[in-house]
């Protein structure tokens, strides 16, 4: 079989690394790729952006491409599942109507009120003053949020009414996220742990991924800047099995069950980032329509099934009898970054180190090769290090004793990954 991955990040590596090992694999195209995913056995770079849907299509029909998987959400929003379906070719990635739920987030709360799925008291505004008047009237904290796709970048928490203000002005009326922010969300700041609750769908059943954690502020304790992630492990200890219970009778079925009805079944990875109270209860903070970045890493880490398998039964409407095994430790993966990141950063800069990593595994996301073959920065976010362990510590352990061998110039990341988990 040829598969062919789209994207170029932390997380298309870490895909294209787990379908490399599945059966009867016998080449992995990822384009564009990056410098890690050129290293792999059985994998090859393709120059091709994610977002040229039609050098996809002509590619996976010449090269006679058995399963695409598609990455970012921003092809997937385009349609790239559309274009693939009428061309008999198989692409694991929901329909660009499906794709809604996380292209416009305003659509994503009318959906969720209409199906009674919980997530937090909102508005939806697209005019300064009446953003600013509601903004006062509920107070802070409060989170604002461009309603189109920002690259993980367009949630602001606002600690304080001013704060809050300021987050309005810039997408309202100072264009701060161009198109993606000419309207905006307002709602209720959540309390409780945030977790990642990731299932496989074909349209009528999933199958469900194992927990993870995502760490979307920048700095140490939570603090800083939204960013697309800083880290992650899995499992998640507050998703307890009667948590995920929950989650899937009111969060993940009421969503299936509803776009279903509506025509436009979901095929593809469904991702729900929760926040969960102290009495177990989910509410959803966002829906994602693949995999998250940097949880795919960790997850990838631990599955044991066969990804290529659970991929094409799902296109194939045949997910019904499927279930993924997985291997029981802790995974914890610790992004490092450029320096600036996710404001301004620099490129170009030698990573040292690679070769001293023996026992975690390091995914690529922000690297290439310069002309002298030397693996150097590309991006905002770098690298993913995932290492695993029996427990937490164990795993933070050999994550960071990885993480301390690789170094840039300018290169930063949280010292804290997993701290909620520890502290439990």
């Known amino acids: 079989m040829k598969i062919l991955i789209v994207g170029g990040g932390g997380r298309e ?28 056995p059985k994998v090859e770079n393709v120059p091709i952006g994610a977002e040229d849907v039609d050098a996809l299509l002509e590619f996976a029909g010449k090269e006679r491409i058995d399963l695409t998987i598609v990455g970012p959400e921003a092809p997937l929003v385009a ?58 009237e509920r107070g802070a904290p409060i989170v604002i949020k461009a309603d189109g796709l920002a690259a993980g970048k367009g949630v602001i928490v606002a ?40 299932v496989i769908s074909d349209g009528t059943h999933v199958v469900p991924l ?5 760490h979307k502020t920048r700095d140490d ?21 009667s948590v995920a219970q929950r989650i899937r009778a009111e969060v993940i079925e009421p969503t299936i069950r509803g776009l279903r009805e509506a025509g436009t079944p979901f095929v593809g990875f469904l991702y729900a980032g929760l926040m969960i109270g102290t009495d177990g209860s989910p509410q959803v903070l966002e829906f994602n329509v693949r995999c998250g970045d ?29 279930r993924a095994l997985w291997d029981p430790r802790t995974c914890v993966g610790v992004v490092m970054a450029a320096g600036g990141y996710p404001n301004e950063y620099k490129k ?8 001293r990593v023996a026992d975690a595994k390091v995914f690529h996301a922000g690297t290439r090769f310069d002309d002298a073959g030397h693996v150097v920065t590309n991006g905002g976010r770098v690298l993913c290090v995932c290492g695993m362990g029996d ?3 164990d795993a933070r352990a050999v994550t960071y004793g990885a993480v301390d061998h690789i170094q840039w110039h300018d290169a930063f990341y949280r010292r804290d990954i997993g701290h909620r988990a520890l502290e439990r």
């Open 13 to 40: 590596h870490a895909l294209a690394w787990k379908a490399a090992h599945c059966e009867g694999v016998d080449s992995v195209f990822v384009a564009p790729g990056n410098a890690g995913t050129e290293m792999e």
């Open 79 to 136: 349609g790239i599942s559309d274009r693939f379906a009428a061309a008999d070719l198989r692409c694991f990635g929901p329909s660009a109507a499906a794709a809604r739920l996380e292209g416009s987030k305003a659509y994503a709360k009318s959906f969720m009120a209409e199906h009674g799925i919980p997530t937090a008291e909102h508005r939806t505004f697209s005019e300064l003053d009446p953003a600013l008047a509601h903004i006062r």
């Open 159 to 198: 600690r304080n009414v001013q704060e809050a203000e300021e987050a309005v002005r810039d997408m309202l009326a100072r264009d701060a996220f161009g198109e993606a922010g000419r309207e905006v969300v307002v709602e209720d700041f959540l309390e409780g742990e945030e977790a990642s609750f990731i």
């Open 210 to 214: 194992v927990s993870s954690q995502d």
């Open 221 to 241: 304790g939570d603090r800083g800047p939204n960013t697309g992630g800083m880290g992650a492990y899995s499992p998640a200890p507050v998703v307890t099995p």
């Open 294 to 322: 940097p949880e795919t890493q960790p997850i990838m880490m631990r599955l044991k099934s066969d990804l290529v398998a659970l991929c094409k039964a799902a296109v194939d409407g045949r997910l019904e009898d499927r």
């Open 348 to 355: 170009g800069y030698p990573i040292l180190g690679l070769d």
């Open 391 to 393: 427990s937490i510590a």
